[in-house]
């Protein structure tokens, strides 16, 4: 039996109830696939905090990068929002994503089964498409130096720096194609070349890049229009590669189409070791009622399987276990005529017994 190391860290807010509905999932699949599982589980975030003073001990870090991969709940909340910045629990994801060298983060955005139906877009537009959006992730303007807020000319001035080197766009760029490989083969790169010399940049390295791929279709948008095109008609898209913060506000529109947050995994990959979690965050307004969706953080679960331990089966498996629940049982955030409305842990006990039921 292979045995597979995972860091567990379940962090804030709804992070802990999702994650214990994930990690049974986990339980279930390793074995059909003869993986012995070491769970090593570790704070992050918040809970980190009041814990050892900061967002990412040093255990939990070094466990990481010892690790075969991560499951994240999710970090936050208004305990901590009074915080210095530095010590904020988004600061401990933002530093174990650098740590990790994640600098490729995939989100898919799927229509799962007759969740057409949650979309707020017309269900023939949403119907149908599965797009997905692979942003950059460790560098661009989020960290770009230099950076701050300071007094120039007697007024106070904020300042952010976008930059790009060449080896970066070469290396997210090579994933945005690598993906659109195992997928249909379209990749569209989103970016700002006709305002941002930055951006202008990267549309001529990641053409570049491109020659290494003959057999995907490559087409460039720019942002704006790429934000406006997602909403009116996102079954023309497969693949979209883009910048850290391009790709943060372009994935959340994508995301939308599909009706709720508590549906949306997401991959973070390029280190050695995979990251996985689901898009949403802590959820405070509905922390400890049993209320959250923990859809999204199992089918992180299958995004484990298929980037970090290459086990396309596992995903598929989860998947389907999750679009077979949805035809009959639905948490709050996603509940439709005629389905049964049931809370966190009991959507968890439902697609497990859908998975073990595939598999009898
Ligand atoms: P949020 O994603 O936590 O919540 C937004 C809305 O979506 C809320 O109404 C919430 O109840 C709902 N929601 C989210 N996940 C859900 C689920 N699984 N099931 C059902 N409903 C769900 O975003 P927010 O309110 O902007 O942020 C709350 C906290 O989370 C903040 O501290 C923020 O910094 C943090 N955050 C963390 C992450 C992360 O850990 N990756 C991401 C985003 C926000």
Redesign the pocket.
């Known amino acids: 039996m292979n045995t597979k190391k995972i860091l567990i860290t379940p ?5 802990p109830e ?1 994650t214990e509905q994930a990690v049974q999932i986990l339980k279930n699949i390793a074995p059909l696939f003869d993986i012995h599982l070491d769970l090593i589980e570790k704070p992050v ?1 918040g809970i980190a905090f009041d814990l050892t003073g900061t967002p990412l001990p040093d255990e939990t870090l070094e466990t990481a990068k010892i690790s075969d991969a991560v499951l ?7 305990k ?2 009074p915080l210095e910045f530095s010590v ?3 600061r401990g ?1 933002l530093k174990l994503r650098s740590e990790l060298e994640l600098f490729a983060n995939l989100r898919p955005a799927a229509i799962y089964g007759d969740l057409v139906n949650a979309s707020t877009l017309k269900a023939e537009v949403v119907d149908g498409a599965d797009l997905m959006v692979v942003r950059e992730l460790t560098g661009g303007i989020y960290f770009g130096n230099p950076r701050g807020v300071e007094e120039r000319d007697g007024e106070r001035v904020g300042f952010n720096t976008l930059v790009y080197s060449e080896s970066e766009i070469r290396r997210i760029a090579k994933v945005g194609f690598e993906t659109a490989m195992k997928r249909r083969k379209k990749l569209t790169s989103v970016d700002k070349a006709n305002v941002l010399e930055s951006t202008e940049f990267w549309r001529e390295v990641v053409t570049d890049v491109g020659t290494d791929f003959p057999e995907v279709e490559l087409s460039h948008m720019y942002v704006d229009n790429a934000a406006m095109q997602i909403i009116r008609d996102p079954k023309q898209f497969d693949t979209i590669v883009t910048t850290n913060m391009f790709g943060d506000i372009i994935s959340d529109a994508a995301a939308m189409m599909t009706g ?3 549906m949306l995994p997401s991959a973070s990959i390029g280190g050695g070791v995979g990251m996985y ?10 922390t400890g009622q049993d ?7 199992i089918l992180s679960v299958g995004m484990m399987m298929r980037y970090s331990f290459n086990l396309t089966e596992a995903d598929e498996m989860i998947q389907k276990a999750v679009i077979n629940t949805l035809e009959k049982y639905r ?3 996603i509940m439709a005529q005629g389905k049964t409305e049931i809370g ?1 842990r009991e959507m968890g006990e439902k697609v497990l017994q859908s998975l073990e039921e595939n598999n009898s």
């Open positions: 962090g804030d807010g709804i992070g999702v975030g994240l709940g999710a970090v936050g909340g208004p901590w929002e904020r629990p988004e994801l709720s947050l508590g979690e689901p898009v949403h965050g802590s959820a405070p307004d509905i209320k959250a969706n923990p859809l999204a953080m948490t709050v955030d966190c």
